[in-house]
């Protein structure tokens, strides 16, 4: 199985790619609550995945466990999905990415993306971060 999963390609005009990680350059949830704000708003449909399983170590970022609306117990994996948003208004259309840095095999993520990125046909990526500084803004 391919870690990198499409559940459709939605038809796009050369999009933006925005990457909300959540790591190190995510201070107080900033970017991630970002692109969790940005979907919502833009009414984004997710349509791909990159597979978790060789990407974390699990003891590090554990899954979650919860009850859903039925009662049952079901368990959250950590995600790193893909979000399309047509924009008729703009010369391009939007997707974002939510997730987490990954723990290991950095290379093989990288290039994920960059397989991403040129199925995609990206225009052009940004990526969202936020870090502490010690600075007076007055």
């Known amino acids: 199985m391919d870690a990198l999963q499409f559940e459709?390609?939605?038809?796009?005009?050369?999009?933006?790619?925005?990457l909300t990680y959540d790591g190190?350059?995510?201070t107080a949830g900033v970017a991630t609550a970002t692109g969790q704000f940005l979907i919502e708003h833009l009414q984004?449909?997710?349509f791909a995945s990159i597979d978790p399983e060789e990407f974390y170590n699990f003891a590090d970022q554990r899954p979650q466990a919860r009850y859903n609306d039925d009662g049952e117990r079901e368990i959250i994996w950590p995600?790193?999905?893909f979000y399309f948003c047509a924009q008729p208004q703009l010369e391009h259309d939007i997707i974002i990415a939510t997730g987490i840095e990954p723990h290991l095999k950095w290379r093989t993520f990288t290039n994920l993306m960059i397989?991403?990125?040129?199925r995609c046909e990206v225009?052009?990526?940004v990526t969202l971060g936020a870090l502490w500084a010690d600075v007076l803004y007055s």
């Open 44 to 46: 984004a449909q997710r």
């Open 8 to 18: 459709e390609m939605p038809e796009m005009r050369h999009p933006y790619l925005l």
């Open 123 to 125: 225009y052009q990526t």
């Open 79 to 81: 995600e790193n999905d």
């Open 115 to 118: 397989e991403f990125i040129k």
């Open 24 to 26: 190190w350059s995510n």
